[in-house]
Structure formats: C-alpha cells, structure tokens
C-alpha cells in the first residue's frame, strides 16, 4: 500500500438501505480488489462500533446482538448509554472498498470484560485497529486499550461525538488516554459515512507509514 486511497465517494444524505447497498455493490468483491485487510472496530460498551460499521458497510452487515436483561444490569455500566437495549454478544462485521484496490473487513469486536475471551480469536490476521472512544467515558476505554496494545496491533483512536459530548484539547486527551505521539487520534460520528470513512483511513495512513518505516533501506 502506497498511500491512504480516498476515492470513496459516500452516497448523499443518510445513505442507501441494506437491501440497496447489496444490489448496488453485490455480495462479491470487487474486481479490483488487490489488497484484502483485516480491521478490527474496537472500543468500550455501547461507544458505536455497530453504527460505525453499518454507516459504511457496502453489504449488508453482520450483527450477533442481543437484548440487554436484567441479569446484564450488575455487568454492563449504562452510564451515559440509557438508552441502549442491545450489545453485541460475538461480532459485527461489514465491508468496505477503497481506492486503489483496498477493501477492508470491519470486525467490530464486544467491549465487555467478560468476553475477552474471544479477543485472540477474532484479533487473529488483523493488520490494525480503530478504537472508538467516549470523551464521557473515557475510563471505559482502558481495558480495550490495553487489550490492543497487549496484541501488538497498531492502532488509530476516534473519538465519537455524542450531543453531549465534553470537549477536550488534543493533547490533554493524549495524556488520559496515554497514547504515542504518532498514534492517529481523530474526531468522528459514527453515524456519518464521511466522518467514519475518515477515520478508517487515518487507521490506513498510520498502517502504510509504519510500513514504509520499516521497510526503508538503513
């Protein structure tokens, strides 16, 4: 990969439905596919990885959710999440084409502590992460930080914007969230095609810039 390609041109206004998307761009891939990536979408409960993936999936996505009980009530910490009634119990998957032959595979992964388990499992083969963060919740977001560094993947963090979300300086949010300097840190809506296209390809860039790190002549 040689540079962040940026030829998606999202649909206007909220976007086609599932139904449009499949017959749009078919289950299949592409014929200019030459470079398949895994990503992971990563992040706490209820921070939207779901709605991330479905705002840009071009097949229809993939969700394993299930209704929140009252058993979940002790577990799953609704802070600033009321209104939520679902959580994803395994993945959410989707897919996505770029320019220059890039196509990744989202794998939206749980942010609960109880299925870690599955983290190596679905971590397996992917070359990077988005970690998306709640600037209302940012203590939430340690545990599936330190999962991602603990693989080794790279990874670029968004911050998703809710109607109250509280406003932080870029470099105060570094520190709290102890971040490198040349991790990509990004502001997005999970809900707009456009802002979450831009995220993913900021988790892109930073996997090319390493790359071409490591691979220039010492």
Request: proline share 6%; with cysteine.
């Amino acid at each position: 990969m040689a540079s962040a390609p940026s030829s998606f041109s999202p649909p206007a206004g909220s976007g086609p439905s599932s139904r449009e998307r499949d017959s749009e761009a078919g289950l299949h891939l592409p014929e200019t596919a030459r470079e398949l990536v895994k990503i992971l979408v990563a992040g706490p409960f209820g921070v939207g990885k779901t709605t991330l993936i479905d705002s840009v999936s071009e097949i229809r996505p993939l969700h394993t959710e299930e209704h929140l009980t009252q058993a979940s009530v002790a577990v799953d910490d609704l802070a600033g999440v009321r209104d939520k009634t679902t959580t994803t119990v395994a993945i959410d998957f989707g897919r996505i084409s770029l320019g220059g032959g890039i196509v990744l595979y989202l794998f939206g992964t749980p942010g609960q502590e109880r299925f870690r388990s599955l983290w190596d499992d679905i971590a397996y083969g992917a070359l990077g992460a988005l970690v998306l963060v709640d600037t209302r919740r940012i203590d939430d977001s340690f545990d599936v930080l330190g999962m991602v560094e603990e693989s080794g993947l790279p990874y670029a963090v968004a911050l998703n914007t809710f109607p109250d979300s509280k406003n932080y300086g870029e470099e105060q949010l570094r520190r709290a969230l102890d971040l490198e300097h040349d991790t990509p840190l990004v502001m997005c809506d999970a809900r707009d095609t456009n802002s979450s296209v831009d995220a993913l390809l900021a988790l892109v860039q930073h996997l090319i810039d390493r790359n071409s790190r490591r691979t220039e002549p010492r």
